[in-house]
Nanobody, 122 residues
Framework: QVQLVESGGGLVTAGGSLRLSCAAS?????MGWFRQAPGKEREFVTA????????YYADSVKGRFTISRDNTKNTVYLQMSSLKPEDTAIYYC??????????????????WGQGTQVTVSS
């Protein structure tokens, strides 16, 4: 059974930075981060392939967020900078088992963490 545990969320003022971590048990997968704001659907944020060859970003975070991973620790990171109030959401990491080259769709991810709250005040 794969378990994903996120950490690093919190409250930050606009323009600030946070780093989220997602520790995974089990095998190495392609990994993604999604977020869900109150009253909105879950949306794709970023993803990274199994050996970090490729990364993908939503337009809304491109240039501000960076995904990375350390496979020796089976951990994925999301460095968030220049945070905006609209980045406020619960952030979820997810593991993708199927190798299909599609990273934006949440349905393609089999395992999910419990989520960590990120709140950006103006």
């Amino acid at each position: 059974q794969v378990q994903l545990v996120e950490s690093g969320g919190g409250l930050v003022t606009a323009g600030g930075s946070l780093r989220l971590s997602c520790a995974a048990s089990g095998r190495t997968f392609a990994m993604g981060w999604f977020r869900q704001a109150p009253g909105k659907e879950r949306e794709f944020v970023t993803a990274i392939t199994r050996r970090s060859a490729n990364t993908y970003y939503a337009d809304s975070v491109k240039g501000r967020f960076t995904i990375s991973r350390d496979n020796t620790k089976n951990t994925v990171y999301l460095q968030m900078s220049s945070l905006k109030p609209e980045d406020t959401a619960i952030y979820y990491c997810a593991a993708k088992e199927v190798v299909d080259g599609v990273f934006y769709e949440s349905l393609g991810y089999r395992y999910w963490g419990q989520g960590t709250q990120v709140t950006v005040s103006s």
